[in-house]
């Protein structure tokens, strides 16, 4: 099993900036592949970014890209969702995900956190 909890959620102004921490526990950290996802209110999660096992792979939603960088601290247990330049459409709820395999953690990782809120007001 591998435990997953969020932080660093909270109300930023349009432009501005926060940093999401996804601390995991309970298995081998530095082996799986990790992703972060977002659900906003009545539409569907989607895919946000991932990060390999060492970090040297990413990858993006075209929404995000050039504004989010993924990364991870093998040491600490910890992957991060950096966000920058934050618009009022990435409102939602924010979820850390992790999956054996970097396909599947792009697409319906198996493990997940409870989500963290990030509300971004223009």
């Known amino acids: 099993q591998v435990q997953l909890v969020e932080s660093g959620g909270g109300l930023v102004q349009a432009g501005g900036s926060l940093r999401l921490s996804c601390a995991a526990s309970g298995r081998t950290f530095s082996n799986y592949p990790m992703g972060w996802f977002r659900q906003a209110p009545g539409k569907e999660r989607m895919f946000v970014a991932a990060?390999?096992?060492?970090?040297?792979?990413?990858n993006y939603a075209d929404s995000v890209k050039g504004r989010f960088t993924i990364s991870r601290d093998n040491a600490k247990n910890t992957v991060y969702l950096q966000m920058n330049s934050l618009k009022p459409e990435d409102t939602a709820v924010y979820y850390c995900a992790a999956d054996t395999s970097y396909i599947v953690v792009i697409r319906t990782p198996y493990y997940w956190g409870q989500g963290t809120q990030v509300t971004v007001s223009s």
């Open positions: 990060i390999s096992p060492t970090g040297d792979t990413t």
